[in-house]
């Protein structure tokens, strides 16, 4: 996506949400170097939360592979879930979506699987959706490079969780910069 202006690259809080996918419980253990992704990303939703960015998660078969990990379900507004791999197959999934929310930014596992086409899907129906690179896993970090080349490939954008933060901050002079500072320290 080509921008025309710094304002319109730069993402703001008031028009992004972030979407943790399928970071379950019974999943995250098989994930390559799990322990810090759920960290980064638990951090990433607890900025969120303080900059009033909307939290999202997905569920692939909850009742098979057991629900969002604790750590990250407490920074959750809203769950669904999904058997589709691309989670824009689920009616309810963008039936209750923001509408002035058109930046996505998905986190998850796995990276080349459900993050991947759900990232594809979103693109598909008018969405921008953003990478953020140290926000995704999984099993194997081929299946992620191969993820994050298919990514580029159809031209959509990539960011680091810390990246994102500071573009939602926008000043040091925000009420809630010394909260979210101590989370990228």
């Keep these: 996506m080509r921008y025309t202006n710094l304002d319109e690259a ?3 809080a008031s028009k992004s949400l972030l979407l943790i996918v399928d970071m379950q419980e019974k999943l995250l253990p098989a994930i390559h170097d799990t322990e810090a992704l759920r960290g980064r990303v638990t951090r990433l939703a607890q900025a969120a939360r303080l900059l009033s960015v909307p939290v999202w ?3 692939h078969w909850p009742q098979k592979i057991g629900p969002t990990h ?3 379900a407490a920074q959750v507004d809203r769950i669904v879930a ?4 691309n989670a824009c197959r689920e009616p309810e999934f963008l039936a209750a979506w923001p509408a002035e929310r058109p930046r996505v930014l998905l986190t998850g596992t796995e990276a080349h699987i459900c993050v991947l086409q759900t990232g594809l899907g979103l693109a598909q129906v008018g969405y921008e959706p953003v990478l953020v690179t140290d926000g995704v896993g999984s099993r194997r970090p081929d299946d992620w490079d191969a993820a994050r ?3 580029q490939r159809y031209g959509l954008e990539t960011i680091t969780a810390e990246m994102a933060i500071y573009e939602w ?3 040091p002079a925000h009420l809630a910069f010394r909260e979210v500072l ?4």
């Design 10 to 12: 730069l993402l703001s």
């Design 70 to 72: 604790p750590d990250l």
């Design 149 to 151: 080349q298919r990514w």
């Design 169 to 171: 901050l926008e000043t």
């Design 82 to 85: 999904k058997t589709h791999f």
């Design 182 to 185: 101590k989370l990228v320290r």
């Design 57 to 59: 998660a997905t569920e």
